[in-house]
Structure formats: structure tokens, C-alpha cells
């Protein structure tokens, strides 16, 4: 069986993100998405915006119980979607909540 190369597990979710960050013309953007996957380092988000690789944006989850920075690593159309990879910054790190 192939190893993953990932350095965390991803957890898959549906919870909802809410993401903001600044755009390129100086104008604060908000965008409602959902969430697909999350690791101890970072998140996979469905936002109906694009935001551009190396971004640096804010985020916040009330169902993961997570909020801080990221940075976009990318950003890919799916559809009508854009699916955007983001790496927490700041030390921030994903724990699961026991079960």
C-alpha cells in the first residue's frame, strides 16, 4: 500500500468557514464557504470566491472550533467553486476534539 506524503492526516468535515482576507484592489472581501478536509496544519476549503495563491487571509469555524491566519497555497475552480488550500500561520495548529 503507498504511503501518503502528507506530514498530517486530513480529516474530512463539512463544517462552515467564514474567510476574509484583502483583495487586490484594497477592498476587505468575506466569503462563506465550507469546509472539505482539515489537518494539524492547515485546511481545505468550497468558497464561491477565488482568493489568489499567497494571500494571507483570516478564517474562522465555530464548528472546528478554530479561528486565526493562513496563508492560500492555492486556488482551484471546481464548477461554479473554488476550492482553496490554506496553511495556518502564527503557530496555529489543528487538535480534534476527543471522542
Same mark, same amino acid.
Given at each position: 500500500?503507498?504511503? $501518503?506524503? +502528507? +506530514?498530517?492526516?486530513?480529516?474530512?468535515?463539512?463544517?462552515?468557514?467564514?474567510?476574509?482576507?484583502?483583495?487586490?484592489?484594497?477592498?476587505? &472581501?468575506?466569503? +462563506?464557504?465550507?469546509?472539505?478536509?482539515?489537518?494539524? $496544519?492547515?485546511?481545505?476549503?468550497?468558497?464561491?470566491?477565488?482568493?489568489? $495563491?499567497?494571500?494571507?487571509?483570516?478564517?474562522?469555524?465555530?464548528?472546528?472550533?478554530?479561528?486565526?491566519?493562513? $496563508?492560500? +497555497?492555492?486556488?482551484?475552480?471546481?464548477?461554479?467553486?473554488? &476550492?482553496?488550500?490554506?496553511?495556518? !500561520?502564527?503557530?496555529?495548529?489543528?487538535?480534534?476534539?476527543? !471522542?
Amino acid at each position: 500500500m503507498p504511503r $501518503s506524503l +502528507r +506530514r498530517h492526516e486530513r480529516v474530512p468535515t463539512e463544517a462552515q468557514i467564514f474567510v476574509n482576507w484583502t483583495g487586490p484592489d484594497g477592498v476587505p &472581501r468575506l466569503s +462563506r464557504g465550507k469546509c472539505i478536509d482539515v489537518s494539524e $496544519s492547515g485546511l481545505l476549503a468550497e468558497c464561491p470566491d477565488p482568493i489568489p $495563491s499567497r494571500t494571507y487571509v483570516s478564517f474562522r469555524s465555530d464548528a472546528l472550533r478554530l479561528e486565526g491566519s493562513a $496563508s492560500v +497555497r492555492y486556488c482551484v475552480t471546481k464548477g461554479t467553486r473554488h &476550492r482553496i488550500g490554506l496553511e495556518f !500561520s502564527g503557530g496555529l495548529k489543528y487538535k480534534a476534539a476527543a !471522542s
